[in-house]
């Protein structure tokens, strides 16, 4: 009889602690929410535990289980959370979304770079970016999700407005390379963004550095375009209405520099190559070139100085 006991109590206790290993590790409190300075060993360990199970969940378990854990992080990291927290945190999931990323499933990975999208620091855009070039990540599905948080990061500040002019040069690298024509308007609108904040932070030369990078872009997309690629107008629209509202507001002295780096007044300038293209046949891909190419003309026509009367 006491061996049966022994049996069954170690039973009891295998079981209780298969329950243990699936009971949430509490949540961060409000005073590691607001840290200051960087955590102590305790302190890092309770938090690289929360993540771990959060994205678990996400690497593992079934679909509103996963949007639940990303939820859940998300709505954390949108708290008054300080920098040192969210780099604390940055810390603990960064091997847990790689593990994901290598998982190749995409609605898992684009479920973990949402939480990364919350974070307001340089190395979470730039992993956020990694999974925008073909270089690093060949589904297109995720590079086009992933652009399209870009964005939303610069205006959130994830990248500091004196880096603008170095992260701006890293976006249009995966530009470069791009063949989703969806993934490459998210890269010019991420530019145009940033080219904004450039502005707004009154950095006049990296705003000049930001607009340089759009128009290699544009160099780039359009070397698409001429080579028969047509879906790429589609990006090539999305960046050209940037541009033009961002002429529309610019001093003389900043579209002079814009027209420099367009090589306006020049016959085979950027501008003129776009309008001049040959128009592809088919809806909606016609009526979109279209629209490129009348763009290009106002833009032209706006860089290029009215001649002076009398």
Not at 172 to 187: F, G, I, P, Q, V
């Amino acid at each position: 009889m006491p061996f049966r006991l022994l049996i069954l109590a170690l039973a009891a206790s295998m079981f209780a602690f298969r329950a243990d290993t699936t009971t949430p590790p509490p949540a961060p409190s409000q005073k590691m929410l607001s840290m200051s300075a960087a955590p102590d060993a305790a302190t890092q360990q309770a938090l690289d535990a929360y993540a771990s199970y959060q994205f678990k969940q996400i690497a593992e378990a079934d679909a509103e289980e996963v949007k639940d854990a990303r939820t859940t992080l998300v709505t954390m990291l949108g708290k008054d959370v300080t920098p040192v927290f969210q780099q604390a945190f940055l810390s603990a999931a960064k091997p847990k979304v790689a593990s994901i990323v290598d998982g190749k499933d995409a609605f898992r990975i684009t479920n973990a770079l949402l939480v990364l999208r919350q974070i307001r620091s340089p190395e979470a855009f730039n992993l956020v970016l990694a999974q925008a070039n073909v270089a690093t990540q060949p589904d297109e599905r995720v590079r086009i999700q992933a652009a399209s948080m870009l964005p939303t990061m610069v205006t959130r500040r994830a990248v500091q407005p004196e880096q603008l002019g170095t992260m701006a040069r890293r976006v249009r690298d995966a530009l470069d390379t791009e063949t989703s024509w969806a993934a490459a308007a998210e890269d010019f609108d991420c530019l145009s963004k940033m080219a904004t904040e450039a502005v707004r932070a009154k950095l006049a030369a990296e705003a000049v550095n930001v607009r340089g990078e759009m128009v290699r872009g544009l160099d780039a997309v359009q070397d698409r375009v001429d080579k028969g690629d047509a879906r790429m107008n589609g990006a090539l629209l999305r960046a050209l209405v940037s541009l033009r509202d961002q002429v529309l507001k610019m001093s003389e002295q900043e579209r002079k520099q814009l027209a420099d780096a367009l090589k306006v007044g020049q016959a085979d300038n950027l501008l003129a190559r776009i309008a001049k293209s040959p128009a592809p046949t088919g809806e909606p891909l016609a009526s979109q070139h279209t629209a490129v190419t009348n763009l290009a003309n106002v833009i032209q026509s706006i860089l290029v100085p009215s001649p002076k009367k009398g």
